[in-house]
């Protein structure tokens, strides 16, 4: 049995990814820490609380921007 994928647009780039993940399975996936980033989905910037209950659907849009510590 194989699983569906669909496309979501990450940072411009289209890609492939499982059906029925959130947002935070989508983020994790890919590779990034959660805590570390800002995310903009379909144009709106999301709170971090919303991420696991926000489901990823075809053609959705994810920007998503690392923080990055700095300074002297």
Do not use: H
């Not at 890609?15 to 590779?31: K, V």
């Amino acid at each position: 049995m194989s699983e569906s994928t669909i496309e979501v647009r990450l940072n411009g780039d289209p890609i492939p990814c499982p059906e029925g993940l959130s947002l935070l399975q989508l983020l994790e996936l890919r590779g990034y820490k959660p805590q570390l980033v800002v995310v903009e989905f379909n144009g709106e910037i999301l709170p971090r609380a919303c991420w696991a209950d926000q489901p990823v659907r075809e053609a959705d849009a994810v920007e998503v921007v690392t923080i990055v510590g700095g300074g002297s």
